[in-house]
């Protein structure tokens, strides 16, 4: 007698009209809930056939269920999404719904109807969303964080996944797309926009784990979900081979999941099974509480956090620690921006499923930002008020437009008194009169010594050696001398190559000149190159004393700091002048390194920034646009223009 049922889509914008299949015998009742709050929206008499639903326009986007009686358990739910009829409205947070991972596990264990389990030879390459089932499963991995959201955090707008691949425009009036949970089937389309949605200034926010795992491809109009998990088995695979439905890291699609999501699940770790109950005992430490993303929390590092947080499954990226630090490889496909922020050791696991690790981190791809979790069950910790405003700091600062001027923090050098970057390494004058050095970029790494750097007041390094300058660091001392040394992260003597102008106090090089900045603030400059025979450079006033505290140089353009603490720019050249960027964070020395900048405050906290004013960061469009408008420039308060 029981009815049950399935809907020809999982979202409808409100407004509109979604066509439901009913099969068994009636009449009886349908009731629909909003699933976030469990608060009833309708309820209507229905018999078998089909049966419409007309969502009312005043419906907020979110996530639904129908459920028809007299029922048979799951069979008898129906879960589809309201989307808003005006995106981007209300919110410019999208939060997507894996319908797609809820599919998959439809019908698991039955012959030719599941597509798990996954190496079983029964199991089924194409399953039908045309069916019943297909709702999340006992755990209701994404339930924690819709709860949080609909309670305290900000409001958001809904989609489901599938919405991704099947409307190009889905993102665009959007600032950050949420995951969330257990999102592990992604297509080819559904990725390609959403990177490029980050690459030209979106972002993403991952608060789950084993993500975009599977390709899986969608035929029928989206009504047909193919994942065969053999290249061989898959017709596809001699057509178009990075189309085959295998895991995104495999051959022959090579295109690593963490490219996107910065973890991958091939580092992580996994409880099934009567093992389950130990996710519950589990929790991150602390690697880099000086972080935006840990502003308020009071943590420090090493401490814990999220107990209780980490699902069944989650996502880690390959690490090395130096002095306890860790940090990403780079060897899986990581981006090399990735700064890990929280680890927890779990190769335990192993007598439990599968060994390996958990990590939360953050890191930049293009214009935009990702953040990631790393682990399927974030909602269930949200109870813990450090997990709290982690998850505030993330969607506040994600879900807002770029600022100009942003510093973030990637470590310490406390009493520095110079500073360089030079390839991948950051070297700075330590305040023990050591030269110390460590790779940069975004994580909170150590200062390694390598060596004296006696009276060394000024540290730079070209961009490109030119006749008789090499490409190496240059250095001045307390006495004038100039001073090189190989930039590399080994033992080195110091070479005396010069003289330097009296009381200098920073040094760049720039389009093959050097440039001192003296005691009171004096521009000079001089020929990087010696020529053979010379027996000194001839140093160049350009500019009188002013209130200029650091130089560098980076990518051909002179950055100084002002007394006021505004950061300035200027091409080289001796008719150039400065001109404001923005605000120095309280920088007392600078480095240019691969294009951003470096900052030493007088605190003893390092931090970095991009040249641009904004970067080129994508600005959601109104409601109903075509495409993004983009950000160009900025005026000097971080205001768009």
């Not at 099934?272 to 502003?295: C, K, L």
């Amino acid at each position: 007698m029981a009815l049950v049922a399935h809907a020809a889509a999982t979202s409808c914008r409100q407004g509109g009209t979604l066509r439901f299949t009913v099969t068994g015998q009636g009449p009886g009742l349908v009731s629909v809930e909003d699933a976030v709050d469990g608060r009833p929206v309708h309820r209507a008499e229905v018999s078998a056939g089909p049966w419409e639903l007309a969502v009312p326009p005043h419906w907020r986007s979110s996530l639904y269920r129908a459920v028809f009686t007299p029922g048979a358990g799951e069979r008898s739910e129906v879960w589809f999404v309201v989307r808003p009829a005006e995106p981007g409205a209300r919110s410019r947070i999208l939060l997507s719904v894996p319908f797609a991972t809820w599919q998959a596990y439809n019908r698991a264990g039955v012959p030719g109807e599941g597509l798990y389990w996954t190496e079983d030879p029964d199991r089924a390459a194409r399953v039908a969303f045309d069916r019943p089932g297909g709702g999340p499963p006992p755990e209701r991995w994404e339930a924690g964080l819709m709860r949080w959201l609909r309670a305290y955090g900000p409001d958001v707008e809904y989609c489901s996944n599938l919405d991704l691949h099947l409307d190009p425009q889905a993102l665009l009036p959007y600032q950050l797309l949420v995951v969330n949970g257990h999102d592990e089937y992604w297509t080819w389309e559904m990725r390609d926009r959403v990177e490029g949605f980050v690459t030209a200034g979106g972002n993403l926010a991952v608060f789950g784990a084993n993500t975009a795992w599977w390709q899986m491809r969608l035929e029928d109009g989206g009504r047909t979900m193919v994942c065969y998990r053999d290249a061989v088995a898959d017709p596809m695979a001699a057509v178009a081979p990075e189309r085959a439905t295998v895991e995104w890291s495999s051959h022959p699609v090579n295109r690593p999941e963490n490219s996107l999501t910065g973890l991958s699940f091939r580092q992580g770790a996994g409880c099934w099974g009567p093992g389950m109950p130990q996710m519950y005992r589990e929790a991150y430490t602390a690697a880099f509480a000086g972080h935006w993303v840990f502003e308020g929390t009071g943590l420090a590092d090493g401490d814990t956090f999220a107990l209780g947080g980490l699902g069944y499954e989650t996502d880690a990226a390959e690490l090395e620690f130096t002095d306890g630090v860790p940090a990403a490889t780079g060897r899986d496909g990581t981006p090399a921006s990735f700064t890990v922020l929280a680890t927890a050791d779990l190769r335990h696991w192993e007598a439990h499923g599968q060994g390996g690790w958990a990590v939360m981190g953050v890191f930049d791809s293009g214009a935009g930002t990702v953040f990631n979790a790393g682990t399927v069950n974030w909602g269930a910790a949200l109870d813990d008020p450090v997990v709290d405003r982690i998850t505030r700091n993330v969607l506040t600062r994600l879900a807002a437009p770029a600022r100009a001027g942003r510093w973030t923090a990637i470590g310490v050098a406390t009493g520095a008194a110079a500073l360089a970057g030079a390839g991948s390494w950051l070297f700075a004058v330590q305040a023990d009169g050591t030269l110390g050095v460590r790779r940069a970029g975004p994580q909170n790494l150590p200062l390694r010594p390598l060596g004296p750097a006696p009276g060394i007041v000024a540290l730079a390094a070209p961009r490109e050696a030119v006749t008789g300058g090499p490409l190496t660091l240059y250095a001045a001392d307390d006495t004038g001398r100039l001073l090189l040394r190989p930039a590399r992260p080994e033992a080195a003597d110091w070479t005396p190559a010069g003289r330097c102008p009296a009381g200098t106090r920073a040094l760049a090089a720039c389009d093959g000149l050097l440039y001192a900045l003296d005691g009171r603030g004096a521009l000079w400059s001089a020929p990087q190159g010696l020529p053979a025979g010379a027996a000194a450079r001839d140093w160049t006033c350009l500019a009188p004393p002013s209130g200029l505290l650091a130089l560098t140089a980076a990518n051909g353009r002179l950055y100084a700091v002002a007394d006021d603490d505004v950061l300035l720019h200027r091409r080289p050249g001796a008719a150039e002048g400065w001109q404001r960027l923005g605000p120095a964070g309280g920088s007392v020395l600078l480095a240019g390194q691969a294009g951003r900048l470096v900052g030493l405050g007088a605190d003893g906290v390092l931090r970095t920034r991009g040249v641009l004013p904004v970067g080129g960061v994508r600005v959601a469009p109104a409601a109903g646009a075509a495409r993004p408008a983009v950000v160009v420039g900025a005026a000097l308060d971080g205001t768009r223009t």
